[in-house]
């Protein structure tokens, strides 16, 4: 996690903005030299981050931390039965999921992620506000400031 990521987060956070993880780690994808025993996938690898940097431990004021991520969508379609299905290709599956948790309308939901033809996608075809974050070095504060 980047100092950006990890000094935003909280803030959003503390101020009320609901925030989620949209993956496309999945727990579908074990199988073969994929075990449960030896890999850590889906929800259980989101949920890992989150307490690792977001642990009351992991934090330098006394306030408390509020809860962070109330939504986590660990989802891969290449996985599924339904990859082929159009309404859940790139993203679009999470997109719905985090539509209806959060129950507001797409240009509401603010969505960062590494790949260009995810946000291009998510930008064109689910309606969200999407920005791509270089895959290289994360995110960083320059994304949002530059992308609003």
């Known amino acids: 996690a980047t100092e950006g990521f990890l000094s935003l987060v909280p803030a959003l956070a503390k101020a009320g903005i609901g925030l ?81 948790h959060f129950q507001v309308q797409p240009k509401e939901l603010l969505f960062f992620d590494d790949a260009t033809d995810i946000i291009q996608d998510c930008n064109n075809f689910c309606g969200v506000r999407a920005i791509q974050v270089h895959p290289d070095v994360g995110f960083q504060l320059e994304d949002l400031l530059d992308n609003l």
């Open 20 to 100: 989620a993880i949209a993956t496309h780690s999945d727990e579908e994808e074990f199988g073969g030299d994929i075990r449960p025993e030896t890999h850590i996938l889906g929800s259980e690898l989101a949920q890992a981050l989150i307490d690792k940097h977001f642990s009351e431990n992991n934090h330098d004021n006394n306030e408390p931390l509020p809860p962070i991520f109330s939504k986590i969508v660990a989802y891969n379609p290449r996985a599924r039965h339904g990859k082929k299905e159009k309404e859940n290709l790139y993203k679009r599956y999470h997109m719905r999921v985090l539509l209806n």
